[in-house]
């Protein structure tokens, strides 16, 4: 059998990489993929540990997370599209009027 | 190895190349296509791992809706190739050095101070991870929660159409 | 507390003693404290009642001793008690003390009463009423120190007595203390008084000192009875200690050379000069040696210096007494002389005759000194009725005076018809104190010649010569004031006082008469009266090989030839002050001259009238350089140096150096610069550490990330 650690490796890759476009893209909707991916990585490792333990909780827990992501990637694109309106670029680095 | 790894292995490269080819390609619609990708690869993984419930909820809920969801607002706004500028240049060193360190340190924590059951020995009981087992948890030891998620989509259909009100 | 030595067997009233000295302070605080709403006469009756009271105290004192004759002592409170020395407020009741408190309070309620008529006078004609009580105070103040002095059972309670009188002094002279030369003369009269007493005061306290060290005590009874051993303990201390004294004694009985301030205190009212100046104050000087007794006949020296001051003094007081014009100064200058006649007898050990002449000398000196009172206040009463009557205004601005001295002897004359009661006293006065037979002078006078004829004659021939001049100023006083025709138009207005002035004069003439049944020769009661308390043993005396004489002789020969003496002078006196002197008047304005001796020996009659310039000399050699000196320390050293120097430029100007100093370099340049250097600081960092607002969303990520990492990698580690 696949060991349950080499699951939680995967999922830290997964993980980092997702990270890592969340801190290098400039694209806004790049950048929530990126977070898409990272959520994902996280409900493997839920799903893995179920497996691992024997409880469904894991189960329910990536089912709720599936459903806040939904939520969630609602409301951002509504952003998204509210800020490409006012700003014509869906560059992040043009939204930087908090720079002190 | 078994044919169990050789299979593990196999999806997790296709899992890994896929992410990787999300977060550097230049175009947008090619990033959404392979996070789908990686979305069913994921749902392979649920799905060897006994949870088929979840796996099917992947690629409805994941690749079916929210990735759609994701192309339309792609197309909607047009897929711009950025021009590249050079306002923050220490971004991604920094970056890189920190997922390094993350890994590491993830790789530290399961290998040299955990000890995990090395392999999963026992036999699922039947049906885990199915409806029968999800629903009956969740509507009895969870039901708070699920009630409270309904009201988070509701917040969110609310919320989507408010934001995208054009005044 | 009240020793009660019921022993013999006539009455004793020995406990009263200390209400001879609370009787006073009893009369002085009532008129203190209540004086402001009594009437004058109130107040004159409680004070002469509170000086009367203290002579029936004396009185009866005198009754006691005479059932028990050695004397007590009644000890009041305990004064100082520190390691061996224990002093204390003790009444000595013995035949000394007793005969000079019956001396000074009878003449002191005499004069009280006569006070009573003067302040009034003075207050009438010069306003101010609020001094009648101060006047009454004062003298009241007066006797009770007095009483102190002569009843101290020890050398410091006679010290608080002698500096007590010499207070009041001070007060009495300095009586009228906005009158005077430029306003100011009385006050310094009474300031050079109490200065030149001072610097006897400072004789006094050294012997005081040396007796404390010699004997360890102050007590009399205890000082005199270790004469000898302290002599052999330390050899000549008690010379010191008797030197020491006649310091004190030439200040306070004014005798060379710290007579000076004796004829200054003349600006005082009359009856202070008759009580202090006459009586009793300068008396304090003979009663202290004639006290110390045991110390001085131990040593034959300081007798006879004590003896040869007091006859120069006599000599020398009674020359410049005969170039005298105010009518005062002529009087202090004879007490001055009979002083010095007490003062050398006490010295040459004729203890005894000195205080006889004490007593008498103060019967008929109080008398002459009222009697001068009385004189000029018929004289500024007569000024009064010139100055209100437009007639006699006109003669007198006819004649050419505006306003005349008073006191003033040129300014007299024919004042014996015009007051008579004050003529007969005064002529009564005037022949005791010149010695003629059988007045109380003549007695106590030749007293003393006698004994100085036997002892010292260096000194009996001075004294001879001086009384031959006391009866020449004598006479020629009487012949300027009472005879003759007036001089001035005030003096021709003259007007006798009221009774209350001149019954106390009469008595006091009574008195000066009949003084010499005191110490007859052959009875002598007095002698034996003291006898009782300056006891001193024979082999003392012999040893030391100094003199004590206390039964004075009586020598035929000196008598007839000092009264033939004083006829003399006074013959002389009317030859040239009635005779010539009428005839002189005669002559125009410009050639009289004031007095006729001038005539005679102009430079000399100069010298005499100018006091020999002792004044002038004093002056120059002490005051002056004095004066610089005080000037120097409190202009050059205390003002310019001390205060415009150091105070202001060197602790002032220092003190603003270092207030510059932290001001400047400190506050704004250490401590501003912390504080703005903080606040510059905060904005550099401030500003450094707003860069990491980026505004960028993407460095905000990695900031969480790496926040992410460091917890993760802490957690682990842990």
Not at chain 3, 521 to 538: C, Q, V
Not at chain 3, 571 to 578: H, V
Request: hydrophobic share 55%; charged share 10%; net charge neutral.
């Amino acid at each position: 059998m696949v060991p349950v650690s080499y699951y939680i490796i995967l999922s830290a890759i997964l993980f980092t990489i997702g990270a890592l476009g969340v801190l290098t893209r400039r694209n806004a909707i790049v950048i929530f993929m990126s977070i898409e991916l990272m959520l994902n990585a996280a409900n493997l490792a839920f799903v893995a540990f179920a497996r691992s333990f024997q409880n469904i909780g894991g189960h329910i827990f990536v089912f709720f997370v599936m459903a806040v992501a939904a939520a969630e990637v609602a409301v951002g694109l509504a952003l998204i599209v509210a800020i490409f309106h006012k700003k014509n670029t869906i560059d992040v680095d043009e939204i930087s009027t908090l720079k002190g | 190895m078994t044919a169990d790894l050789i299979f593990f292995f196999l999806l997790a490269i296709i899992a890994v190349v896929a992410a990787v080819g999300m977060v550097r390609s230049r175009n947008t619609v090619y990033s959404a296509l392979y996070l789908v990708l990686n979305m069913a690869t994921l749902a392979l993984f649920y799905l060897i791992l006994g949870a088929p419930f979840i796996a099917m909820a992947q690629i409805t809920i994941y690749a079916g809706a929210i990735m759609v969801l994701f192309l339309f607002v792609i197309m909607l706004l047009g897929t711009e190739q950025l021009a590249p500028t050079d306002n923050l240049p220490w971004q991604r060193p920094v970056a890189l050095i920190l997922a390094a360190a993350l890994v590491v340190e993830a790789v530290y924590v399961f290998f040299f101070r955990r000890t995990l059951p090395e392999a999963v020995v026992q036999a699922l009981p039947d049906g885990f991870g199915g409806p029968v087992n999800i629903g009956e948890v969740l509507f009895n030891q969870y039901l708070l929660p699920f009630e409270v998620t309904s009201v988070i989509l509701l917040v969110a259909m609310i919320g989507a159409i408010v934001l995208s009100r054009r005044t | 507390m009240f020793l009660n030595q019921a022993v013999s067997a006539g009455p004793q009233f020995f406990s009263l003693v200390p209400l001879i000295v609370f009787f006073p302070l009893a009369g002085l605080l009532i008129n203190l404290i209540f004086g402001g709403r009594m009437s004058e006469k109130a107040i004159g009756a409680v004070a002469s009642t509170a000086s009367g009271l203290a002579f029936v105290v004396a009185v009866l004192q005198a009754v006691s001793l005479a059932s028990q004759p050695e004397g007590t002592t009644v000890p009041l409170v305990d004064w100082i008690t520190i390691g061996e020395l224990n002093l204390r407020w003790a009444f000595l009741v013995d035949t000394l003390s007793v005969t000079m408190m019956l001396v000074v309070s009878g003449v002191g309620t005499l004069i009280h009463i006569y006070s009573i008529g003067y302040m009034h006078e003075d207050v009438r004609h010069q306003g101010d009423p609020g001094r009648f009580r101060r006047f009454f105070v004062y003298l009241n103040l007066f006797i009770a120190m007095m009483m102190i002095l002569v009843s101290g059972d020890n050398y410091l309670m006679l010290f608080v007595g002698w500096e007590g009188v010499g207070l009041c002094s001070y007060l009495l002279i300095g009586f009228w203390y906005d009158k005077g030369k430029d306003g100011i003369g009385n006050a310094l009269a009474a300031k050079k008084a109490f200065i030149v007493n001072r610097v006897g005061d400072f004789g006094f306290l050294l012997a005081a000192f040396s007796i404390f060290w010699a004997f360890g005590s102050f007590q009399f009874n205890e000082v005199f009875a270790d004469v000898p051993a302290a002599e052999a303990a330390m050899p000549g201390i008690v010379l010191a200690i008797t030197l020491f004294l006649l310091i004190g004694v030439t200040g306070k009985s004014a005798q060379i050379p710290l007579y000076v301030w004796l004829p200054d205190a003349m600006a005082g009212p009359t009856p202070v000069s008759a009580l202090i100046h006459a009586a009793t104050m300068v008396t304090a000087g003979v009663y202290l040696i004639t006290r110390s007794a045991p110390l001085y006949v131990t040593v034959p020296e300081a007798q006879n210096i004590v003896a040869l001051v007091g006859g120069v003094t006599a000599l020398f007081a009674a020359t410049i007494a005969v170039a005298q014009f105010d009518i005062k100064k002529v009087l202090a200058y004879s007490t001055i002389s009979q002083l010095g006649f007490m003062v050398a007898a006490v010295g040459m050990g004729a203890y005894a005759a000195g205080m006889f002449h004490l007593i008498t000398h103060a019967f008929f000196k109080a008398l002459l000194f009222l009697s001068a009172g009385s004189v000029i206040q018929g004289m500024e009463v007569g000024e009064h009725h010139v100055s209100h009557d437009p007639r006699l205004k006109k003669q007198l601005k006819l004649v050419g005076g505006q306003h005349i001295d008073p006191q003033d002897m040129r300014n007299m004359g024919g004042l014996r018809t015009r007051m008579k009661t004050t003529f007969w006293v005064y002529l009564i006065g005037a022949l005791a104190l010149a010695g003629i037979f059988p007045l109380s002078g003549f007695w106590s006078k030749d007293e003393i010649l006698a004994e100085a004829l036997h002892l010292q004659p260096a000194v009996y021939w001075m004294l001879v010569i001086a009384a031959f001049f006391t009866a020449f100023y004598m006479g020629r006083q009487i012949f300027l004031v009472f005879f003759g025709e007036p001089r001035t138009l005030p003096a021709e207005h003259a007007v006798e006082n009221p009774p209350v002035m001149t019954i106390p004069l009469i008595i006091l003439a009574v008195l000066s008469v009949a003084g010499g049944v005191l110490n007859l020769p052959g009875i002598h009661s007095l002698s034996d009266w003291l006898a009782n308390t300056i006891r001193i043993s024979e082999e003392a005396v012999s040893l030391a090989g100094g003199h004590a004489v206390l039964v004075g002789e009586f020598n035929p020969t000196i008598a007839v030839t000092a009264t033939i003496l004083a006829l003399a002078a006074i013959s002389l006196a009317y030859l040239i002050y009635y005779r010539r002197y009428q005839e002189q008047l005669k002559l125009p304005a410009a050639r009289r001259p004031d007095d006729p001796l001038r005539a005679f020996a102009g430079p000399v009659f100069s010298v005499l009238e100018n006091k020999y310039w002792i004044d002038e000399v004093y002056a120059a050699l002490f005051v002056k350089p004095y004066n610089a000196l005080a000037g120097f320390l409190a202009d050059a050293v205390d003002w310019r140096f001390w205060h415009d120097w150091f105070h202001d430029t060197v602790i002032a100007g220092g003190f603003r150096l270092l207030s510059r100093l932290l001001a400047l370099r400190i506050d704004l340049g250490v401590i501003d610069a912390v504080s703005a250097g903080i606040a510059r600081f905060l904005q550099w960092a401030a500003g450094g550490l707003r860069q990491i607002q980026t505004g960028f969303v993407r460095n905000y990520a990695l900031s969480v990330f790496l926040g992410v990492v460091i917890i993760i990698g802490y957690l682990i580690l842990r």
